[in-house]
């Protein structure tokens, strides 16, 4: 009798667990999360102070180069002190953003409208929007019920369950055209996944490390396999046609790309838990006692699907609807519904008075992302506005020594790996694709190389955009849940990134030139 | 109606007023130039002496009209084939120097032409400077009698230890995303200069840059500020280390 009712005991306290474990108005991404420093990341908070203001004040007084203006010069050491606190952390990101801010008007880099107005661009409002709408998946369980589902089908074990978010991301890919919308789809199945395998915000393991980390490339460098994978890829297509005559469809990109994209996944899928971060054994599996039985009773115990769930599901399915058919608006609607427009429309619905399914109070939106975004941004159109940026990248491929005569592979080489490591000193795909493209093209043409041998490769790399969490919106949204580190990003990022440049050029010598796009 | 658009519409409606004056008064045709280089080199105390190369190509003689910005110039000269003697002339709101290029009848005989004036207040450098220190510099051409001019530059030489601050409007504008304002910052001597060139310039065009310009040296207390922040930091904040703090 008494065994009995231990054995019931037990099983209630583990139940309890569980649905603490799944309950996350419990980890709130509004709330700033702690994370507890290695004894690396502590020496870099440390010292990343002084180095920060070491490196500003050393750009910031250095003799005036020619071909770049006094704010263009401020713009660099603000934001090269930024980076370098960003990375190291001596304060929190989005404090960093902020004195970024600051620095950028008190310094004359850019000037205090410009720099407050960034915080009313349609990537803050999208990013919003969508915390709203990802707050309707949480409140109504939806969100719990779909990732428990994902995982009672593949998560017997961390690499099934890894491998099945990598080919969600895939599907994604080409349906949906913005990779924020994507990743704020996918953060809550994810946040309850890690839960299961027991990584929360307070308490990361292997798993929650790898898991959002391998989302995140997925969701940046999957929308590099189709031509309509970013606006920014539009964007090198046009500037390649306009500034060469060169043509590119939408299957010739797909063909050339695509291969090289699932690759790089599944090379990182594959090496990132066993090299890179490493999986210990018992993170390899649920943390949950009685394991998938009793998340299959937990599922039960779900009951059927709600009404709140079923609205929610609509709501979401109708923005869902809109940014997939985005290139039929103009045809039905005589106009185009910007993706911010639809999320801001399911948001609407999802707040009217006895229609909605939350109230203000209880939409889960990070303040303290948008500020940080908002100080990425600034920084980031400031390089661009006062024409750092240019200057930075001109001169680098002028110091390169890449003349008439050198090897078309030395070029292509050099070529691939600045466009791929460039993604590090910005916070826009666009601003990097409108800067590097001409200048790649006119290395291309200087040097009497065909101009698509070099633009098109240096084009696949636009979307990759995956070292540090203010290079893209995705991974500001994956960043805000505190599941992985700066440096845990830099890590990955860098060595994916490094496998890129790799495969891009085994590519180049012999799938794009079976393709006829390289010599 | 905003009064932006009230003063953009007068001076569209000034700019059409005095083409259409200048061309009654010209020739159906004007001269070709093959080159046109104007240098600004400017002062500290806002004056500026100007030298204007013009390489006209062949065509009969034909009067032509440089565009200044005041009636009140200093040393104007002109060197070069038929010694043409310039002076200043008032068209509409804008004040010229007007010279007649001597006929040529093949390629290059009429060679070049070197028109050169000092004149005060190219930019405003007394009073009060703007925020930061900046002062503003506006260049501004509008080709109202050369039929075509193939290749145009003009270089702003800033006084020695000022630099370009940045770089606001520039006129054309680059057509396309991707494309830059034909302007580049180069160093000129012991001076820093801005280059603005291009090909292929009408009857009509306009070439414009407005700039903020100021003295090069930063002030120094920001180092002494940040570096005693900085120390302060490793002073205070030593409990990092242990996990603590920041």
Same mark, same amino acid.
């Given at each position: 009798?008494?065994?009995?009712?231990?054995?019931?005991?037990?099983?209630?306290?583990?139940?309890?667990?569980?649905?603490?474990?799944?309950?996350?108005?419990?980890?709130?991404?509004?709330?700033?999360?702690?994370?507890?420093?290695?004894?690396?990341?502590?020496?870099?908070?440390?010292?990343?102070?002084?180095?920060?203001?070491?490196?500003?004040?050393?750009?910031?007084?250095?003799?005036?180069?020619?071909?770049?203006?006094?704010?263009?010069?401020?713009?660099?050491?603000?934001?090269?002190?930024?980076?370098?606190?960003?990375?190291?952390?001596?304060?929190?990101?989005?404090?960093?953003?902020?004195?970024?801010?600051?620095?950028?008007?008190?310094?004359?880099?850019?000037?205090?409208?410009?720099?407050?107005?960034?915080?009313?661009?349609?990537?803050?409002?999208?990013?919003?929007?969508?915390?709203?709408?990802?707050?309707?998946?949480?409140?109504? &369980?939806?969100?719990?019920?779909?990732?428990?589902?994902?995982?009672?089908?593949?998560?017997?074990?961390?690499?099934?369950?890894?491998?099945?978010?990598?080919?969600?991301?895939?599907?994604?890919?080409?349906?949906?055209?913005?990779? &924020?919308?994507?990743?704020?789809?996918?953060?809550?199945?994810?946040?309850?996944?890690?839960?299961?395998?027991?990584?929360?915000?307070?308490?990361?393991?292997?798993?929650?490390?790898? +898991?959002?980390?391998?989302?995140?490339?997925?969701?940046?460098?999957?929308?590099?396999?189709?031509?309509?994978?970013?606006?920014?890829?539009?964007?090198?297509?046009?500037?390649?046609?306009? +500034?060469?005559?060169?043509?590119?469809?939408?299957?010739?990109?797909?063909?050339?790309?695509?291969?090289?994209?699932?690759?790089?996944?599944?090379?990182?899928?594959?090496?990132?838990?066993?090299?890179?971060?490493?999986?210990?054994?018992?993170?390899?599996?649920?943390?949950?006692?009685?394991?998938?039985?009793? +998340?299959?009773?937990?599922?039960?115990?779900?009951?059927?699907?709600?009404?709140?769930?079923?609205?929610?599901?609509?709501?979401?399915?109708?923005?869902?609807?809109?940014?997939?058919?985005?290139?039929?608006?103009?045809?039905?609607?005589?106009?185009?519904?910007?993706?911010?427009?639809?999320?801001?429309?399911?948001?609407?619905?999802?707040?009217?008075?006895?229609?909605?399914?939350?109230?203000?109070?209880?939409?889960?939106?990070?303040?303290?992302?948008?500020?940080?975004?908002?100080?990425?941004?600034?920084?980031?159109?400031?390089?661009?506005?006062?024409?750092?940026?240019?200057?930075?990248?001109?001169?680098?491929?002028?110091?390169?020594?890449?003349?008439?005569?050198?090897?078309?592979?030395?070029?292509?080489?050099?070529?691939?790996?600045?466009?791929?490591?460039?993604?590090?000193?910005?916070?826009?795909?666009?601003?990097?694709?409108?800067?590097?493209?001409?200048?790649?093209?006119?290395?291309?043409?200087? +040097?009497?190389?065909?101009?698509?041998?070099?633009?098109?490769?240096?084009?696949?790399?636009?979307?990759?955009?995956?070292?540090?969490?203010?290079?893209?919106?995705?991974?500001?949204?994956?960043?805000?849940?505190?599941?992985?580190?700066?440096?845990?990003?830099?890590?990955?990022?860098?060595?994916?990134?490094?496998?890129?440049?790799?495969?891009?050029?085994?590519?180049?010598?012999?799938?794009?030139?079976?393709?006829?796009?390289?010599? | 109606?905003?009064?932006?658009?009230?003063?953009?519409?007068?001076?569209?409606?000034?700019?059409? !007023?005095?083409?259409?004056?200048?061309?009654?008064?010209? /020739?159906?045709?004007?001269?070709?130039?093959?080159?046109?280089?104007?240098?600004?080199?400017?002062?500290?105390?806002?004056?500026?002496?100007?030298?204007?190369?013009?390489? /006209?190509?062949?065509? !009969?003689?034909?009067?032509?009209?440089?565009?200044?910005?005041?009636?009140?110039?200093?040393?104007?000269?002109?060197?070069?084939?038929?010694?043409?003697?310039?002076?200043?002339?008032?068209?509409?709101?804008?004040?010229?120097?007007?010279?007649?290029?001597?006929?040529?009848?093949?390629?290059?005989?009429?060679?070049?032409?070197?028109?050169?004036?000092?004149?005060?207040?190219?930019?405003?450098?007394?009073?009060?400077?703007?925020?930061?220190?900046?002062?503003?510099?506006?260049?501004?051409?509008?080709?109202?009698?050369?039929?075509?001019?193939?290749?145009?530059?003009?270089?702003?030489?800033?006084?020695?230890?000022?630099?370009?601050? !940045?770089?606001?409007?520039?006129?054309?504008?680059?057509?396309?995303?991707?494309?830059?304002?034909?302007?580049?910052?180069?160093?000129?001597?012991?001076?820093?200069?801005?280059?603005?060139?291009?090909?292929?310039?009408?009857?009509?065009?306009?070439?414009?840059?407005?700039?903020?310009?100021?003295?090069?040296?930063?002030?120094?207390?920001?180092?002494?500020?940040?570096? !005693?922040?900085?120390?302060?930091?490793?002073?205070?904040?030593?409990?990092?280390?242990?996990?603590?703090?920041?």
């Amino acid at each position: 009798m008494a065994e009995m009712t231990q054995g019931r005991d037990a099983a209630a306290a583990a139940q309890s667990g569980l649905d603490d474990l799944l309950d996350l108005d419990k980890h709130k991404l509004a709330q700033v999360p702690e994370r507890k420093a290695n004894a690396t990341e502590r020496w870099m908070k440390y010292l990343g102070f002084p180095l920060g203001i070491a490196v500003f004040l050393l750009i910031f007084y250095m003799p005036l180069p020619a071909g770049l203006t006094a704010s263009g010069q401020a713009v660099l050491a603000c934001f090269a002190l930024a980076l370098v606190w960003w990375v190291c952390e001596p304060v929190p990101t989005y404090l960093t953003s902020l004195i970024l801010m600051l620095a950028l008007v008190f310094t004359d880099g850019w000037d205090q409208e410009h720099v407050l107005g960034v915080l009313g661009f349609d990537v803050i409002w999208l990013n919003v929007m969508a915390f709203v709408l990802s707050s309707i998946l949480v409140k109504t &369980a939806l969100a719990k019920r779909l990732a428990l589902n994902l995982i009672i089908r593949f998560g017997h074990n961390a690499s099934k369950m890894l491998l099945a978010f990598i080919v969600l991301q895939l599907c994604l890919a080409p349906l949906i055209p913005a990779t &924020a919308p994507r990743a704020v789809m996918t953060l809550p199945l994810m946040l309850v996944v890690a839960a299961i395998y027991g990584s929360t915000s307070d308490k990361v393991n292997g798993f929650g490390r790898n +898991l959002f980390l391998q989302n995140l490339l997925g969701v940046n460098i999957f929308s590099s396999g189709f031509m309509t994978g970013s606006t920014a890829n539009l964007i090198a297509i046009s500037l390649i046609m306009s +500034l060469s005559g060169e043509k590119v469809f939408y299957t010739d990109w797909m063909f050339a790309n695509l291969p090289v994209v699932l690759v790089t996944m599944l090379l990182a899928w594959f090496f990132g838990p066993r090299l890179l971060i490493r999986l210990k054994p018992e993170e390899r599996r649920p943390v949950i006692p009685g394991g998938i039985e009793t +998340l299959k009773r937990q599922l039960e115990r779900m009951g059927r699907i709600s009404f709140n769930e079923k609205k929610a599901a609509a709501i979401f399915g109708l923005v869902i609807f809109l940014w997939i058919t985005d290139r039929f608006h103009m045809a039905w609607f005589g106009f185009e519904i910007n993706p911010v427009m639809a999320a801001m429309a399911g948001a609407i619905i999802t707040f009217l008075p006895k229609v909605g399914i939350i109230k203000w109070n209880e939409a889960d939106i990070p303040w303290h992302l948008m500020l940080f975004s908002a100080g990425a941004y600034a920084g980031g159109l400031a390089l661009d506005n006062s024409g750092a940026a240019r200057w930075a990248i001109g001169n680098l491929f002028r110091h390169l020594d890449v003349g008439p005569g050198t090897n078309f592979w030395v070029v292509y080489v050099i070529v691939i790996a600045a466009n791929m490591y460039a993604h590090i000193f910005f916070t826009s795909k666009t601003m990097r694709v409108i800067i590097m493209m001409p200048i790649v093209i006119a290395v291309a043409q200087q +040097l009497g190389f065909p101009v698509l041998a070099l633009a098109l490769p240096a084009a696949f790399t636009t979307d990759w955009v995956i070292t540090l969490p203010i290079n893209a919106k995705p991974n500001v949204i994956y960043f805000s849940t505190g599941q992985f580190s700066v440096l845990d990003n830099i890590k990955y990022g860098f060595v994916v990134s490094t496998l890129g440049i790799i495969i891009l050029t085994i590519a180049g010598m012999t799938w794009f030139r079976f393709l006829g796009i390289t010599p | 109606m905003s009064a932006g658009a009230g003063t953009g519409k007068r001076a569209l409606a000034a700019a059409a !007023a005095l083409l259409l004056v200048l061309g009654a008064a010209l /020739p159906a045709r004007g001269r070709e130039l093959s080159r046109y280089e104007e240098t600004v080199t400017l002062a500290a105390d806002g004056s500026a002496r100007v030298r204007v190369l013009l390489e /006209p190509r062949p065509g !009969a003689a034909a009067p032509v009209l440089i565009p200044v910005r005041s009636a009140i110039l200093r040393d104007v000269r002109a060197k070069g084939a038929g010694s043409p003697a310039p002076r200043s002339v008032a068209r509409g709101n804008g004040q010229f120097l007007e010279i007649v290029l001597p006929p040529a009848p093949e390629a290059g005989a009429a060679g070049t032409i070197e028109v050169t004036y000092a004149m005060d207040g190219y930019f405003k450098a007394g009073g009060r400077p703007g925020p930061f220190g900046n002062r503003r510099l506006d260049y501004r051409f509008v080709s109202v009698s050369f039929a075509a001019i193939d290749r145009f530059s003009a270089s702003l030489v800033l006084p020695q230890g000022w630099v370009f601050n !940045a770089i606001g409007r520039f006129v054309p504008a680059p057509e396309k995303e991707g494309m830059v304002a034909p302007f580049t910052i180069v160093r000129a001597g012991q001076r820093l200069a801005g280059r603005i060139g291009l090909s292929g310039l009408g009857l009509g065009d306009e070439v414009a840059l407005s700039c903020t310009v100021r003295h090069g040296r930063r002030s120094p207390w920001l180092i002494f500020l940040l570096a !005693a922040l900085a120390a302060a930091y490793l002073v205070f904040f030593r409990d990092v280390l242990r996990g603590k703090g920041a």
